[in-house]
């Protein structure tokens, strides 16, 4: 059997793959089974932060590996007590909880702030409000604070207790709030999985003012944003505002299975004893994994983010067949006149690897990707737009 029948008949059926088995890479270029060669501009939906392979990552992994690749979290490990610290000291969050996934990061956050709401103003005050549009995982409790009803149509009954406002309606938002007990407001800088869609300035002020004034706590997703893929470590930093928690995975260990959830003052001491828990969060190997790439996001790596997403916007805005770019740093979402399924096809014949985002094409590459690579991925992509 080759691996794609090998695949078809035993792996479940949950993923439209693309017809490419990707066998081996290097930083921003993967080859397939064939040693045909690919640039890659998905960094595994926003994963490989410094691309395939990446030497010093390697060797902060494997450094580790010859320590211990697990111990659980009833006893201490170095990776993870200095990884919580560099999170913390590059946020001001106070304390952080690790898991393996967005997702769970995610729960953590909703859990913390309803817990907060309880222990403060009484168990009826349990609704949390995220956005229309807006994605947030695939448990059940991350599927009912997900924005988009297609996405709940096959899972019902929800976790209950989650309402969704308009994004950028400062009115509807401000009236939940007031209609509902509400424990925490739940949102994403940038809707990633809803388009590429950047939120208004104004609005995620609002909505930071709406949960000082009545006492919610501000939940940002950075899963997809976090760990400088806008320019900015995290996405909520472009916009003036200070979370109470923070939730992150991704790109966070480069490529391994890591989840944070960090948590600011209000909400340091919320979760105590055996309130929360993880077998693998923290895992020594990942967090080693993540230490290696948090120490290399700096001003001058953020600065380059900047200066490619520019190239970006400035190459493709405007050009035949595309309607709009959208996103910030290097999270694009390029609106076409062909549909977007068809003009990833046209980009992988190419030996350009995009990806979608609802109606979009979506970019998310390495962030170190160089900047020789993006001039030769982008008249691939200007070609498959083209009428």
């Not at 609002?206 to 760990?227: H, P, S, W």
């Not at 828990?277 to 700096?298: E, H, K, M, Q, Y």
Request: hydrophobic share 40%; proline share 4%.
């Amino acid at each position: 059997m080759t691996i794609k029948e090998m695949d078809a008949a035993y792996v479940a059926s949950t993923y439209k793959r693309f017809p490419l088995e990707i066998a081996s890479g290097k930083g921003s270029v993967v080859f397939d089974e064939n040693g045909k060669k690919y640039i890659d501009l998905g960094s595994g939906i926003a994963v490989t932060s410094f691309g395939i392979g990446d030497d010093e990552w390697k060797q902060a992994v494997t450094a580790q590996l010859d320590l211990v690749q697990h111990t659980s979290n009833l006893y201490y490990t170095a990776p993870c007590a200095r990884l919580a610290k560099m999170l913390c000291e590059r946020t001001g969050m106070r304390k952080v909880f690790f898991s393996n996934s967005g997702a769970e990061a995610n729960e953590c956050a909703i859990k913390a702030a309803r817990k907060y709401a309880a222990d403060k103003h009484g168990p009826e005050r349990h609704t949390i409000i995220t956005l229309k549009n807006s994605f947030h995982g695939r448990t059940l409790t991350t599927l009912a604070a997900t924005g988009q009803a297609h996405y709940h149509e096959l899972f019902r009954p929800l976790t209950p207790g989650f309402v969704h406002a308009e994004a950028n309606n400062v009115m509807e938002l401000a009236a939940l709030a007031k209609t509902y007990p509400t424990a925490g407001i739940l949102l994403e800088c940038v809707q990633g999985e809803g388009g590429v869609v950047p939120l208004e300035k104004d609005f995620v002020s609002a909505a930071a003012e709406i949960c000082r004034e009545k006492d919610i706590l501000l939940m940002v997703d950075e899963v997809q944003t976090g760990n400088g893929r806008t320019g900015e470590m995290y996405a909520y930093m472009h916009y003036g505002v200070t979370p109470d928690i923070v939730s992150t995975a991704k790109g966070l260990a480069g490529g391994l299975p890591l989840g944070a959830t960090l948590l600011g003052e209000k909400a340091e001491h919320v979760l105590g004893f055996g309130d929360h828990g993880s077998t693998f969060g923290g895992n020594p190997v990942c967090c080693a994994g993540a230490i290696s790439i948090l120490s290399r996001i700096d001003d001058k790596l953020l600065a380059g983010v900047k200066e490619k997403s520019r190239f970006l916007f400035e190459a493709l805005t405007g050009a035949p067949g595309i309607r709009g770019v959208t996103g910030l740093g290097l999270m694009i979402g390029i609106q076409t006149e062909k549909p977007a399924g068809e003009v990833v096809a046209a980009c992988m014949e190419k030996g350009v690897l995009c990806l979608t985002a609802k109606d979009r094409v979506r970019l998310l590459p390495a962030l170190n990707i160089p900047m020789e690579l993006l001039k030769a991925a982008v008249p691939a992509i200007l070609a498959a737009c083209a009428p």
